[in-house]
């Protein structure tokens, strides 16, 4: 079975362009969640989607949304990029809302120049 | 309430020792613990979890143990080998509201010297 996969798996944008990032999870799979992870931090949680409809919101600002579709691939996009957006985006998906046994993707390395 | 603190930040041991990294929670919502895995420009692998309802969890070299009353746990990793060498992150989650999500620590990166 194919892992999480994620594309495209390196970015680089301008400041002030948006980006879109696609994921598609686990066959069977119904949560995606979204993760940012700066340089030598832990990854920190943006969304988490179930079932196709938001289950959870991370402390980041209204330029980040995402979506997921009926197959339950998701995209995360980011608007007006800044400097600070720069980072390894990471889904993961899991059978179970609660996030049990989580397996992420390899990333997407975004760099906002 | 949500942070999980990591120690140490790096730990260096040499092939054969023991590498052992700790983590301390406060939200007692948690109720999963993961340990994950990175190799540098991966994304991180589920490695061994525990729940509080055992106080030890065993994986072939890889031991979680955990305190409840202390909100404490960590994870040991016996006869340690170069291809060790990664950064570890512990985790947590519950079941409701925001303690749903997966609450990462800071990351420890393990060095093993072969």
């Known amino acids: 079975d194919a892992g999480v996969t994620q594309s495209p798996t390196h970015l680089i944008k301008t400041r002030g362009q948006h980006v879109t990032l696609r994921c598609s999870p686990i066959s069977g799979h119904k949560s995606v969640s979204w993760y940012q992870q700066v340089l030598g931090q832990g990854p920190q949680f943006i969304f988490q989607y179930y079932e196709k409809e938001e289950r959870g919101r991370g402390n980041f600002p209204d330029r980040f949304s995402a979506r997921q579709f009926p197959n339950y691939s998701s995209e995360l996009n980011v608007n007006a990029l800044l400097l600070g957006d720069s980072a390894l985006y990471l889904c993961?998906?899991?059978?179970?809302?609660?996030?049990?046994?989580?397996?992420f993707g390899q990333g997407t390395r975004l760099t906002v120049v | 309430q949500q942070q999980v603190k990591q120690s140490p930040q790096s730990l260096i041991v040499q092939k054969g020792g023991i590498s052992i990294i700790n983590c301390a929670y406060e939200n007692t919502a948690f109720d999963y613990f993961p340990w994950y895995q990175q190799f540098p420009g991966k994304g991180p692998a589920l490695l061994i979890a525990i729940r509080p309802d055992v106080s030890e969890k065993k994986e072939g070299r890889f031991t979680i143990s955990f305190n409840k009353s202390a909100k404490q746990f960590s994870l040991h990793i016996m006869d340690s080998q170069p291809g060790d060498s990664a950064t570890y992150f512990c985790?947590?989650?519950?079941?409701?509201?925001?303690?749903?999500?997966?609450?990462f620590g800071s990351g420890t990166q393990l060095t093993v010297l072969p």
């Open positions: 985790a947590a989650s519950g079941k409701g509201g925001s303690a749903r999500q997966l609450t």
């Open positions: 993961a998906s899991s059978f179970l809302q609660t996030n049990t046994e989580a397996f």
